[in-house]
Nanobody, 120 residues
Framework: VQLQASGGGLVQAGGSLRVSCAASGIFVSINDMKWYRQAPGKERDLVAVVTGYGSTDYADSVKGRFTISRDFAKNTVYLQMESLKPEDTAVYYC???????????????WGQGTQVTVSS
């Protein structure tokens, strides 16, 4: 199982960016899919989550600006980021809870991270 993130880049403050993360490999189900971010010298923080039922939740710092969504058919999670601020600058990591077989417990997988830089 692999998670491949893409879509990061450099954007000016106030701009928009969308990052994507696709799961590939052999598995039977994906539960929660999440986005985390880690700024230099800081801990990795949860940004947003979308459950296997499509429910969403966000960190207070991004509520009203970021939107998480998923395409169940493509096994892909997206993070649409609007009104970006310099403090949103970080490496963004996707995380998914994936079950590879019905007789195995699900486990968490991480994507490789994608850099988002917001200039002031």
């Amino acid at each position: 199982v692999q998670l491949q993130a893409s879509g990061g880049g450099l954007v000016q403050a106030g701009g928009s960016l969308r990052v994507s993360c696709a799961a590939s490999g052999i598995f039977v189900s994906i539960n929660d899919m999440k986005w985390y971010r880690q700024a230099p010298g800081k801990e990795r923080d949860l940004v947003a989550v979308v459950t296997g039922y499509g429910s969403t939740d966000y960190a207070d710092s991004v509520k009203g600006r970021f939107t998480i969504s998923r395409d169940f058919a493509k096994n892909t999670v997206y993070l649409q980021m609007e009104s970006l601020k310099p403090e949103d600058t970080a490496v963004y990591y996707c995380n998914a809870e994936i079950r590879v077989r019905w007789d195995r417990s699900p486990r968490h997988y991480w994507g490789q991270g994608t850099q988002v830089t917001v200039s002031s």
